[in-house]
Protein backbone atom coordinates (compact mmCIF):
# COMPACT_ATOMS: atom_id res chain seq x y z
CA UNK A 1 0.00 0.00 0.00
CA UNK A 2 2.44 3.11 -1.06
CA UNK A 3 1.44 5.95 0.55
CA UNK A 4 0.30 4.35 3.51
CA UNK A 5 2.61 6.45 5.68
CA UNK A 6 4.96 9.37 5.15
CA UNK A 7 8.26 9.16 5.34
CA UNK A 8 10.28 11.04 8.06
CA UNK A 9 13.57 11.72 7.00
CA UNK A 10 16.49 10.47 9.21
CA UNK A 11 18.83 13.63 10.37
CA UNK A 12 21.40 14.96 13.38
CA UNK A 13 19.38 16.00 16.29
CA UNK A 14 17.79 14.54 19.26
CA UNK A 15 15.59 12.35 18.77
CA UNK A 16 11.76 12.59 18.80
CA UNK A 17 10.02 12.14 22.09
CA UNK A 18 6.77 11.66 20.66
CA UNK A 19 5.39 11.56 17.85
CA UNK A 20 2.10 11.61 15.56
CA UNK A 21 1.13 10.36 12.19
CA UNK A 22 -0.62 11.09 8.95
CA UNK A 23 -4.14 11.15 7.57
CA UNK A 24 -2.69 7.97 5.49
CA UNK A 25 -0.91 5.92 8.01
CA UNK A 26 -3.89 6.79 10.79
CA UNK A 27 -6.56 5.87 8.01
CA UNK A 28 -4.43 2.64 7.19
CA UNK A 29 -4.65 1.35 11.26
CA UNK A 30 -8.35 2.31 11.03
CA UNK A 31 -9.01 0.37 7.99
CA UNK A 32 -7.06 -2.88 9.04
CA UNK A 33 -8.67 -2.42 13.01
CA UNK A 34 -12.08 -2.04 11.34
CA UNK A 35 -11.49 -5.35 9.04
CA UNK A 36 -10.72 -7.29 11.98
CA UNK A 37 -13.06 -6.26 14.04
CA UNK A 38 -15.10 -7.14 11.72
CA UNK A 39 -14.13 -10.63 11.28
CA UNK A 40 -13.61 -11.13 14.89
CA UNK A 41 -17.07 -10.23 15.50
CA UNK A 42 -18.73 -12.35 13.02
CA UNK A 43 -16.96 -15.29 14.27
CA UNK A 44 -17.79 -14.50 18.09
CA UNK A 45 -21.50 -14.34 16.74
CA UNK A 46 -21.33 -18.00 15.11
CA UNK A 47 -19.54 -19.55 17.95
CA UNK A 48 -22.17 -18.59 19.79
CA UNK A 49 -24.50 -20.19 17.72
CA UNK A 50 -22.72 -23.13 17.60
CA UNK A 51 -22.69 -23.39 21.44
CA UNK A 52 -26.33 -22.71 21.58
CA UNK A 53 -27.00 -25.73 18.47
CA UNK A 54 -24.10 -28.21 17.54
CA UNK A 55 -25.87 -28.54 14.31
CA UNK A 56 -25.37 -24.99 13.01
CA UNK A 57 -23.29 -24.43 10.20
CA UNK A 58 -21.83 -20.90 9.78
CA UNK A 59 -22.72 -19.08 6.41
CA UNK A 60 -18.61 -19.44 5.49
CA UNK A 61 -18.12 -23.27 5.34
CA UNK A 62 -18.61 -23.34 1.85
CA UNK A 63 -17.10 -26.91 1.12
CA UNK A 64 -14.52 -29.24 2.78
CA UNK A 65 -11.74 -26.79 2.37
CA UNK A 66 -13.54 -23.40 3.44
CA UNK A 67 -14.98 -24.64 6.71
CA UNK A 68 -15.62 -22.09 9.28
CA UNK A 69 -17.22 -24.73 11.55
CA UNK A 70 -14.71 -27.18 11.58
CA UNK A 71 -12.11 -24.12 12.69
CA UNK A 72 -14.67 -23.26 14.67
CA UNK A 73 -14.84 -26.65 17.07
CA UNK A 74 -10.74 -26.76 17.07
CA UNK A 75 -9.21 -27.05 19.95
CA UNK A 76 -6.86 -24.24 18.45
CA UNK A 77 -10.33 -21.90 18.29
CA UNK A 78 -9.78 -21.55 21.60
CA UNK A 79 -5.65 -21.32 22.55
CA UNK A 80 -6.06 -19.48 25.63
CA UNK A 81 -9.36 -21.57 27.00
CA UNK A 82 -11.54 -18.87 25.54
CA UNK A 83 -12.74 -18.41 21.90
CA UNK A 84 -9.55 -16.52 19.84
CA UNK A 85 -12.11 -14.30 18.56
CA UNK A 86 -13.08 -12.56 21.84
CA UNK A 87 -9.03 -11.42 21.91
CA UNK A 88 -9.24 -9.89 18.48
CA UNK A 89 -12.50 -7.86 19.76
CA UNK A 90 -10.51 -6.42 22.36
CA UNK A 91 -6.72 -6.14 20.08
CA UNK A 92 -8.36 -4.68 16.89
CA UNK A 93 -10.38 -2.43 19.08
CA UNK A 94 -7.20 -1.00 20.29
CA UNK A 95 -5.97 -0.18 16.45
CA UNK A 96 -9.12 1.04 15.56
CA UNK A 97 -8.73 3.35 18.95
CA UNK A 98 -5.10 4.65 18.07
CA UNK A 99 -6.46 5.44 14.55
CA UNK A 100 -8.99 7.76 15.65
CA UNK A 101 -6.29 9.23 18.17
CA UNK A 102 -4.08 10.05 15.00
CA UNK A 103 -6.83 11.41 12.57
CA UNK A 104 -7.84 13.87 15.82
CA UNK A 105 -3.53 15.07 15.89
CA UNK A 106 -2.50 13.12 19.14
CA UNK A 107 1.34 12.02 19.50
CA UNK A 108 2.57 9.47 21.71
CA UNK A 109 5.96 9.07 23.35
CA UNK A 110 8.12 6.16 21.98
CA UNK A 111 7.27 4.08 24.28
CA UNK A 112 3.74 3.75 23.21
CA UNK A 113 4.65 3.19 20.35
CA UNK A 114 7.09 0.15 21.26
CA UNK A 115 4.41 -1.33 23.26
CA UNK A 116 2.06 -0.93 20.55
CA UNK A 117 4.72 -2.76 17.74
CA UNK A 118 5.07 -5.30 20.55
CA UNK A 119 1.70 -6.02 20.52
CA UNK A 120 1.53 -6.23 16.84
CA UNK A 121 4.20 -8.64 17.15
CA UNK A 122 2.50 -10.97 19.54
CA UNK A 123 -0.56 -10.69 17.01
CA UNK A 124 1.24 -11.66 13.78
CA UNK A 125 2.82 -14.16 15.51
CA UNK A 126 -0.02 -15.72 16.81
CA UNK A 127 -1.14 -15.62 13.12
CA UNK A 128 1.49 -17.60 11.76
CA UNK A 129 0.56 -19.98 14.30
CA UNK A 130 -2.87 -19.94 13.78
CA UNK A 131 -2.16 -20.65 9.73
CA UNK A 132 -0.02 -23.36 10.35
CA UNK A 133 -2.52 -25.61 12.54
CA UNK A 134 -5.31 -24.42 9.78
CA UNK A 135 -3.03 -25.75 6.81
CA UNK A 136 -1.95 -28.89 8.43
CA UNK A 137 -3.49 -29.73 11.92
CA UNK A 138 -6.87 -28.23 11.58
CA UNK A 139 -6.96 -29.16 7.48
CA UNK A 140 -9.53 -26.32 6.77
CA UNK A 141 -9.39 -22.61 6.45
CA UNK A 142 -12.55 -19.69 8.01
CA UNK A 143 -12.79 -16.95 5.31
CA UNK A 144 -13.08 -14.48 8.61
CA UNK A 145 -10.02 -15.97 10.26
CA UNK A 146 -8.32 -15.13 6.86
CA UNK A 147 -9.82 -11.48 6.56
CA UNK A 148 -8.18 -11.01 10.01
CA UNK A 149 -4.65 -12.69 8.89
CA UNK A 150 -4.53 -10.12 6.18
CA UNK A 151 -5.22 -7.27 8.40
CA UNK A 152 -2.88 -8.24 10.99
CA UNK A 153 -0.44 -8.61 8.68
CA UNK A 154 -0.16 -5.32 6.80
CA UNK A 155 -1.11 -3.79 10.31
CA UNK A 156 2.37 -5.26 11.37
CA UNK A 157 4.73 -4.58 8.97
CA UNK A 158 3.33 -0.73 8.62
CA UNK A 159 3.74 -0.56 12.08
CA UNK A 160 7.32 -1.57 12.03
CA UNK A 161 7.63 0.73 9.47
CA UNK A 162 6.74 3.64 11.36
CA UNK A 163 8.61 3.27 13.93
CA UNK A 164 12.10 2.47 11.61
CA UNK A 165 11.55 5.84 10.03
CA UNK A 166 10.53 7.85 13.37
CA UNK A 167 14.11 6.25 14.58
CA UNK A 168 12.65 4.41 17.63
CA UNK A 169 14.23 1.39 16.58
CA UNK A 170 17.72 1.70 15.71
CA UNK A 171 18.68 0.17 12.19
CA UNK A 172 21.52 1.20 9.88
CA UNK A 173 20.29 4.58 6.99
CA UNK A 174 20.13 1.86 4.64
CA UNK A 175 17.00 0.24 5.83
CA UNK A 176 15.47 2.82 7.02
CA UNK A 177 15.60 4.10 3.53
CA UNK A 178 14.00 0.91 2.04
CA UNK A 179 10.98 1.26 4.79
CA UNK A 180 10.20 4.37 3.70
CA UNK A 181 10.47 3.56 0.06
CA UNK A 182 9.18 0.29 -0.05
CA UNK A 183 7.31 -1.22 2.96
CA UNK A 184 4.49 -2.32 0.89
CA UNK A 185 6.95 -5.23 -0.18
CA UNK A 186 7.36 -7.01 3.05
CA UNK A 187 3.68 -7.81 3.51
CA UNK A 188 2.80 -8.18 0.01
CA UNK A 189 5.69 -10.89 0.19
CA UNK A 190 4.35 -12.58 3.20
CA UNK A 191 0.77 -12.89 1.94
CA UNK A 192 2.36 -14.45 -1.04
CA UNK A 193 3.95 -17.51 0.73
CA UNK A 194 0.85 -17.48 2.40
CA UNK A 195 -1.22 -17.62 -0.76
CA UNK A 196 1.25 -20.25 -2.12
CA UNK A 197 0.72 -22.47 1.13
CA UNK A 198 -2.84 -22.24 0.76
CA UNK A 199 -2.87 -22.75 -3.09
CA UNK A 200 -0.21 -25.79 -2.33
CA UNK A 201 -1.66 -27.34 0.21
CA UNK A 202 -5.30 -27.96 -1.25
CA UNK A 203 -3.98 -28.50 -5.08
CA UNK A 204 -6.28 -31.12 -5.86
CA UNK A 205 -8.95 -29.67 -4.57
CA UNK A 206 -8.74 -26.37 -6.38
CA UNK A 207 -7.91 -28.11 -9.76
CA UNK A 208 -10.57 -30.64 -9.40
Known amino acids: MPGAAEPEPAGPGPKPRAAGAGRGFAVLLLLCGAAGLLASWVITLDKFKLLENPDFVPGCSLNPVVSCGSVMKSDQASAFGFPNPMLGLVAYGVVVCVGMSLLAGAAFPRWYWLTFTAGCLFGVGFVTWLQFQS ?9 WCCLAWIATIVLFWYVVSFDVRREFLPVPPALRTFFAE ?3 VLPLLQLGVVGMLI ?4 WDFWTS
Open 182 to 184: FTW
Open 135 to 143: LYRINALCL
Open 199 to 202: LTRW
